[in-house]
């Protein structure tokens, strides 16, 4: 890493999206992980797919944090997660199997929320009661398990695993309520309480382990001058109550959601770094202002391989939208933007940054606090010349084209933020650091 960013080793950092998710967070994380003693995960679910890529591995994660293949960095999954345990043992067996050892790094909390099947029954039942309207989930149980979480009443949690005796009377309740749930809303079959504790007990016997009082964890890392760097998930426009709502996702996906998710407050970081791609994508239903359903959407999904790491479903693509990324800017307190896949781009006559809206005659630069608003708006657009020049060899900010820098010195006026790295490629390597003087 290059000498203008080795003061992380004395910095507390979290890094969020800034649009929809996808942003390219995976990659940020672990190369800043490289400097990490600690790298926390703190909300979400297996609904985050976070990709990273080490030469010709690639490494899909979707509850581990990214931070997990670096060998030396402590991996935690806070409270704020909803950890699907089913999910979590198949990524540890995948890094084993790739010769990464998590077994005396991995610290999960005792106060998560766990998701299991009857989640994702739910999940499916719903969306596929709402038809058209449909949220567009992707069928993981994140929301039930939420719900739950919220309602208290039939919430299991880690805690839970280490007490088979009574985690077992309390599943023959709660399956039961859901039952009788199913099958009146639904039509749905009976699922069975005995098949979901036979499998909490391979979880226990293999999880147990970990779980752990991480916000304890956390406080005495912090007093030791541990260097922890905190990881969201999804984006900042999903999040619950400050997104597309609802349209969104079951937590807070912004930085807001760092302080309750992991027991840590927000004033202990010293550094918000936002990530965004050069264009925006978003994944299932919700308003999309700068969406480009045509050849230039179809361009930038197969120049990008816009699929999703955790569905594979494609995702909708348009041009960069700078009020909405000015609005999470803002909202989370970013102090710097990573901006990835700026190489998918190139080839381009002419690219095009959202600079305001027009929303019912009115002009503005505010995203509007509502999905139903959000619909209606039409997009100001700033123009300007594209660029054909290849940038994945490129390692110095100087190296890239005039175009390319003018570019992103527009989307740093439109959103008001330093754009400080800067991704050409999916590889470590492919990340060019920028001092902003």
């Not at 990709?51 to 935690?76: N, Q, Y």
């Not at 299991?116 to 149980?141: C, F, P, V, W």
């Not at 999903?238 to 027991?263: Q, W």
């Not at 009020?323 to 989370?332: A, D, E, I, K, P």
Request: aromatic fraction near 8%; charge should be neutral; glycine fraction near 10%.
């Amino acid at each position: 890493m290059p000498d203008a960013f080795k003061e992380l080793n004395r910095m507390n950092c979290c890094v969020t999206g800034l649009q929809w998710g996808d942003e390219g967070k995976g990659k940020v994380v672990d190369i800043l992980a490289e400097k990490a003693d600690i790298v926390v995960r703190y909300g979400g679910g297996a609904n985050a797919g976070h990709t990273v890529i080490i030469g010709d591995e690639k490494f899909a994660l979707h509850i581990m944090p990214s931070g997990a293949v670096r060998e030396k960095t402590a991996c935690v999954i806070a409270n704020g997660v909803v950890v699907d345990p089913g999910t979590l043992l198949e990524e540890i067996t995948q890094l084993a199997q790739r010769g990464i050892d998590v077994s005396r790094r991995l610290f999960i909390s005792e106060n998560a929320h766990i998701v299991l099947d009857y989640h994702k029954l739910e999940d499916q039942l719903r969306e596929s009661a709402l038809g058209k309207n449909k949220i567009g989930t992707t069928a993981r149980g994140i929301g039930p398990c939420y719900a739950d979480k919220i309602g208290r009443s039939f919430a299991l949690r880690m805690a839970d695993l280490r007490n088979l005796t009574a985690l077992k009377e309390k599943l023959v309740k709660i399956v039961d309520y859901k039952n009788k749930l199913f099958s009146a809303l639904y039509g749905a079959e009976s699922i069975d309480a005995d098949a979901i504790f036979n499998k909490c007990k391979v979880y226990s016997a293999k999880l147990g382990p970990f779980i752990c009082n991480t916000t304890q964890y956390l406080h005495e890392a912090m007093d030791a001058g541990k260097n922890i760097l905190f990881e969201g998930a999804q984006g900042a426009l999903l999040d619950l109550d400050h997104g597309t709502f609802p349209f969104v996702t079951s937590s807070n996906a912004s930085t807001l959601g760092l302080g309750p998710g992991c027991g840590v407050p927000t004033k202990c970081v010293d550094r918000f770094i936002g990530v965004v791609k050069a264009y925006a994508t978003r994944v299932g239903s919700g308003p999309f202002p700068t969406e480009q359903d045509n050849e230039i959407g179809n361009l930038i999904r197969e120049k990008g391989h816009e699929y999703g790491t955790t569905t594979g479903r494609p995702r909708r693509c348009g041009w960069f939208d700078a009020v909405s990324v000015g609005y999470t800017v803002r909202l989370g307190g970013i102090n710097e933007i990573a901006m990835m896949h700026l190489d998918t781009l190139a080839g381009m006559k002419e690219v095009k940054i959202c600079k305001a809206y027009h929303i019912e005659g009115r002009q503005t630069t505010f995203f509007p606090g509502t999905a139903e608003d959000l619909e209606k708006a039409e997009c100001v657009y700033e123009t300007l010349p594209g660029w054909s020049e290849d940038l994945s060899a490129a390692t110095r900010y100087e190296d890239l084209p005039a175009n390319t820098r003018n570019y992103i010195a527009a989307v740093e006026k439109f959103v008001g933020c330093p754009i400080t790295i800067v991704g050409v490629g999916p590889q470590r390597s492919q990340a060019i650091f920028r001092k902003i003087m």
